[in-house]
């Protein structure tokens, strides 16, 4: 199962709630990379059907203009996810995200559950894609069997809220007690080949503690971050956004390895730092990334 989609740039991860028709409509119209349509906690429990209903017609009449279409499933805990998961795949979402996330086993149940409404639908095979949401202090230590349970995955996603409620103290807006749990994700996302996401910031009154978190996850290595609001996109791509003298840097970087190792020499500089084979993904990677955020149009 081979989905080139598994590696596509997301950078933001826009929540929108499927009770509200007029949320889900037109956000494409401030370019987030991905929204996520949420059946689950944005949802009053006698409208989950109405937010269905919501779903599918906006999946099926809308044009999204390339973003992606994630949509946040209900709980293995309760009697909706399946047909949460048949309404998603039907309708035409990318992704389905897991939210309370544990276990592998968690995931291969989501998995077996679009496998079949693939086939229902007539989807190609592996088409849908999976992100995990880990929210408990369960989920974030098991974060390494979770990123390699499925091939359908290609991230997890962490929830600030639930989590630090799990681990029996509050958000403080210092980060603190979020960094366990971020550093090991993104550690045990890597080791697996997958994306990781931070969770949300909910304070809109406060951007300049926005914008420090966002540094604080991008230079831990994150490669986005979930958020609830339009005026959050800019500074998320910013940041994200590679600096004119980091892409230059890159090409020569690039450039160099390719020839020196045709050369037979490993080591060498580059304006005055010490380069070897080792900074070569890295710099692939920030082209990729000024390619895809549309400020590169250089050959990868």
């Not at 009770?19 to 987030?32: E, F, S, T």
């Not at 986005?224 to 890159?250: C, D, L, M, W």
């Not at 490993?266 to 990677?285: E, P």
Request: contains cysteine.
């Amino acid at each position: 199962m081979n989905n080139p989609n598994k590696k596509r740039l997301r950078r933001t991860m826009m929540f929108l709630n499927c009770q509200k028709p007029g949320l889900i409509k037109d956000p494409y119209i401030y370019q987030p990379d991905s929204i996520m349509l949420d059946l689950e906690d944005a949802v009053a429990e006698k409208e989950k059907d109405a937010a269905r209903y919501s779903l599918y017609h906006a999946l099926q009449e809308i044009d999204y203009r390339g973003v992606e279409k994630v949509v946040r499933i209900n709980g293995l805990d309760t009697g909706l996810w399946r047909e949460d998961i048949r309404c998603a795949v039907a309708g035409g979402c990318d992704s389905i995200r897991l939210p309370k996330t544990e276990t592998p086993k968690d995931v291969e149940m989501v998995e077996q559950a679009i496998d079949s409404a693939e086939q229902e639908f007539g989807i190609p095979k592996g088409k849908i894609l999976i992100i995990a949401a880990l929210e408990s202090a369960k989920g974030v230590l098991n974060a390494g069997a979770i990123c390699s349970s499925s091939e359908r995955l290609f991230g997890i996603a962490l929830s600030g809220g639930d989590y630090t409620k799990d681990l029996q103290t509050t958000l403080s807006g210092t980060g603190v007690e979020l960094m366990g749990a971020r550093q090991h994700m993104i550690i045990a996302a890597r080791a697996a080949g997958v994306q990781c996401f931070d969770t949300v910031h909910t304070n809109l009154d406060d951007m300049e503690g926005f914008r420090r978190e966002v540094q604080i996850i991008h230079d831990m290595g994150f490669d986005g971050k979930s958020i609830i609001n339009p005026r959050q996109i800019p500074i998320v791509h910013e940041i994200y956004t590679p600096k004119p003298k980091e892409i230059i840097f890159a090409e020569k970087v690039v450039r160099e390895i390719d020839e020196k190792k045709a050369q037979g020499i490993g080591v060498f500089t580059v304006d005055g730092k010490m380069i070897d084979i080792a900074f070569y993904d890295g710099a692939k990677r920030t082209l990729a990334l000024a390619k895809a955020s549309g400020v590169y149009d250089g050959e990868l």
